[in-house]
């Protein structure tokens, strides 16, 4: 059993916390404070790239926090633009603006595109957004989230925005017909949130030409699937396309909050000084965690390693599950995996815990696995062995019509 969960008398009760309290960690793994290890198949959600105490990142950090931490966006700092010049070099694109997280860089992505409108006379700009997707809990982002369960009870919600599902690209012609005010389609690579859903390469090809033939922005949420998670720096980069903005956070900092809007020429020079900025964003702290996570992937050979050890877990949990009832699938990319059942499955996150994995359950019946990208074949041979007897017990015990 897990122990009791510890008392927080004056913290907002805004998380459905597992009743464990963590110490510390190294590599993949962690301990909590009664001495008991586990496995973190969940890296932070998709944040700890590089694990925990990584040997090579936290000197760096440390030397960093003994010059400078912050210092004000009035001032100029080096790392800035060294840290642009490698996601610039990385993604084909051009400009970067720096923030502290996923949701606000999916804001700034909404205000180019309304930006983008205005100056081309659109007095009401409208984004095509998704069913099931995730942009964050701000009202902007919100509203752009295709999940009704987090926007009950913080309406009336924003205009302008146009809904539609993934992989349906007649759907979206259906949707903006004869539209004058469609400024641009924004959609993750991979949805994470709503379910570990991948979008086809197929259907971003289409979209992408979709925005050149109407001259719309192509805007691609990488904040969850992007920073090698996949096998490619960023998950779009499978279908062979450019998007015109690309919000990213979680992985950049290996655990350091960062955020960036990667951006194209379409999209780059849309703002100005007074149009837009982050009090945090780009601070001297957050910019190297950021450069030294891209050397140390680069150094270890991490995106070819995502990719190899991820083929392995899907193919290991593909091979034992999907014949077992109850498993509808096991879909993904890299260490992006979900495992579907046919019912709600929250009750696994706590079983699994007790069992010393750590895992997390998103869209009510999908495990979701997003470990930090260091991890080893042997570990993810672990997360198999331990893992798959959780599910088919779970499973056994708790019939899909008691869910």
Request: proline residues 5%.
């Amino acid at each position: 059993m897990l122990p009791a969960a510890p008392v927080q008398a004056h913290v907002m009760n805004t998380y459905g916390r597992v009743p464990i309290e963590l110490s510390h960690g190294q590599g993949c793994r962690v301990w909590d404070v009664h001495g008991k290890v586990y496995l973190d198949a969940l890296g932070g959600i998709a944040v700890n790239t590089l694990g925990h105490a990584h040997p090579k990142l936290v000197p760096a950090l440390q030397a960093q926090i003994g010059r400078l931490m912050h210092i004000s966006n009035y001032y100029y700092h080096a790392a800035a633009e060294e840290l642009a010049q490698m996601l610039v070099q990385r993604s084909g694109l051009s400009n970067v603006f720096f923030c502290s997280s996923g949701l606000e860089a999916n804001e700034a992505a909404l205000k180019l595109a309304r930006k983008f409108g205005h100056d081309k006379g659109i007095a009401r700009p409208e984004i095509v957004v998704y069913e099931k997707a995730f942009h964050g809990r701000s009202i902007a982002t919100l509203s752009a989230t295709g999940n009704p369960k987090v926007q009950a009870g913080f309406e009336p919600l924003l205009e302008g925005f146009i809904r539609v599902p993934l992989n349906d690209i007649e759907a979206i012609r259906r949707a903006t017909v004869g539209n004058p005010n469609v400024v641009a389609v924004f959609l993750e690579a991979i949805q994470g949130e709503g379910g570990v859903n991948p979008a086809s390469a197929d259907y971003l090809q289409q979209v992408r030409a979709l925005c050149d033939t109407h001259d719309w922005l192509l805007m691609i949420d990488e904040v969850q699937c992007g920073m090698g998670r996949t096998g490619k720096w960023f998950a779009h980069q499978w279908a062979g396309i450019l998007p015109d903005v690309m919000p990213l956070a979680k992985g950049l900092g290996s655990g350091i909050p960062i955020g960036a809007v990667v951006a194209g020429p379409k999209a780059a020079h849309l703002f100005q000084p007074g149009n837009h900025g982050s009090t945090f964003g780009g601070n001297p702290l957050a910019l190297r965690a950021g450069i030294e996570t891209i050397r140390i992937m680069e150094e270890d050979g991490l995106l070819e390693h995502a990719a190899q050890v991820g083929l392995q877990l899907q193919t290991l949990l593909s091979t034992q599950l999907l014949r077992v009832a109850g498993v509808r699938e096991v879909r993904g990319k890299g260490l992006m995996i979900g495992i579907e059942l046919d019912r709600p499955c929250a009750a696994l996150v706590n079983r699994c815990a007790e069992a010393g994995l750590l895992i997390s359950v998103t869209a009510d019946r999908v495990i979701r696995l997003v470990p930090p990208l260091i991890l080893t074949a042997a570990e993810a041979d672990e997360i198999v062995a331990l893992l798959v007897p959780q599910i088919k017990a779970f499973l056994a015990e708790t019939p899909a019509a008691a869910a």
